[in-house]
């Protein structure tokens, strides 16, 4: 079996659930090293055993909460001293708030979750961008959609993730005389456990999910590993690719839909 990411060292933010997990999960099948962190310890010593177990590769949880700088500081140098290099970053974690109007939105919660969603990609890349440039590496930003089509009641959540993109794009221009490529992939609805939760939320959890699912042209949502796969395409193969936004969306920006948000005024 061909492993398409030997012996390389990959850094995972929130990589120990949704589509982190799937992320880290593929690279560690073909060969990477990986190193993962999340806030809570459980969900990523599990996975660590398990990984650890079938190989080929291996992986070390590291419990760091990424909006705090010392923390992510401390990942990318618990990386190193494991590990000895780092090839890749993959900025992941982050957080969908429940959907709410703008104007019951606080400014404190949006600086909150542009610290979160945003800030958290920009300190973790600048800490680790000396060693990816030693290594001509590559770093992935975990973007959304929504960061291009919009998405209602979540105008927060949105901009975060519009930055991200353009973030992408600036990063890809700066690090290019390094050889260090930057690139974006902006996942569709992705069955994880947070969009089961945010579904639970609602009045019929079901019809949510089949409404998640029918908004794809492909009738389905994507998976954690299908998320993975196309990580590791843009760390392990597309080496002429860099400031690009992967859409990973099943076609979900593409034909018309019932789109109104018209009250009728019709009783």
């Given at each position: 079996?061909?492993?398409?990411?030997?012996?390389?060292?990959?850094?995972?933010?929130?990589?120990?659930?949704?589509?982190?997990?799937?992320?880290?999960?593929?690279?560690?099948?073909?060969?990477?090293?990986?190193?993962?962190?999340?806030?809570?310890?459980?969900?990523?010593?599990?996975?660590?055993?398990?990984?650890?177990?079938?190989?080929?590769?291996?992986?070390?949880?590291?419990?760091?909460?990424?909006?705090?700088?010392?923390?992510?500081?401390?990942?990318?140098?618990?990386?190193?001293?494991?590990?000895?290099?780092?090839?890749?970053?993959?900025?992941?974690?982050?957080?969908?708030?429940?959907?709410?109007?703008?104007?019951?939105?606080?400014?404190?919660?949006?600086?909150?979750?542009?610290?979160?969603?945003?800030?958290?990609?920009?300190?973790?890349?600048?800490?680790?961008?000396?060693?990816?440039?030693?290594?001509?590496?590559n770093i992935i930003n975990i973007s959304s959609l929504v960061g291009t089509i919009?998405?209602?009641?979540?105008?927060?959540?949105?901009?975060?993730?519009?930055?991200?993109?353009?973030?992408?794009?600036?990063?890809?221009?700066?690090?290019?005389?390094?050889?260090?490529?930057?690139?974006?992939?902006?996942?569709?609805?992705?069955?994880?456990?947070?969009?089961?939760?945010?579904?639970?939320?609602?009045?019929?959890?079901?019809?949510?999910?089949?409404?998640?699912?029918?908004?794809?042209?492909?009738?389905?949502?994507?998976?954690?590993?299908?998320?993975?796969?196309?990580?590791?395409?843009?760390?392990?193969?597309?080496?002429?690719?860099?400031?690009?936004?992967?859409?990973?969306?099943?076609?979900?920006?593409?034909?018309?839909?019932?789109?109104?948000?018209?009250?009728?005024?019709?009783?």
């Open positions: 079996m061909s492993l398409r990411y030997h012996n390389k060292v990959a850094v995972v933010t929130g990589g120990s659930k949704g589509i982190g997990r799937g992320i880290v999960r593929v690279f560690v099948e073909n060969g990477a090293k990986v190193a993962f962190c999340a806030r809570e310890s459980a969900a990523g010593e599990a996975l660590e055993t398990e990984l650890n177990k079938t190989g080929p590769g291996s992986c070390k949880f590291v419990k760091s909460d990424i909006s705090k700088e010392e923390d992510i500081k401390r990942l990318i140098a618990v990386t190193v001293e494991q590990f000895g290099h780092i090839d890749c970053l993959v900025n992941n974690a982050g957080w969908h708030p429940p959907h709410k109007p703008t104007d019951d939105t606080t400014a404190e919660e949006f600086r909150d979750l542009l610290n979160l969603n945003l800030v958290s990609y920009f300190l973790a890349s600048k800490y680790v961008l000396p060693y990816l440039r030693e290594r001509q590496g919009g998405q209602k009641d979540a105008a927060p959540y949105v901009a975060t993730k519009g930055a991200i993109i353009s973030m992408t794009k600036a990063m890809a221009v700066d690090e290019s005389r390094y050889n260090v490529r930057v690139n974006c992939i902006s996942p569709g609805n992705v069955i994880t456990p947070l969009w089961e939760e945010l579904a639970a939320q609602t009045p019929d959890t079901a019809a949510t999910i089949k409404m998640g699912e029918n908004a794809q042209l492909m009738g389905r949502m994507g998976t954690e590993a299908e998320c993975g796969l196309a990580a590791l395409y843009l760390a392990a193969e597309a080496t002429f690719c860099t400031g690009i936004d992967l859409l990973l969306s099943g076609g979900a920006e593409l034909n018309y839909g019932f789109k109104s948000q018209i009250q009728s005024s019709q009783s």
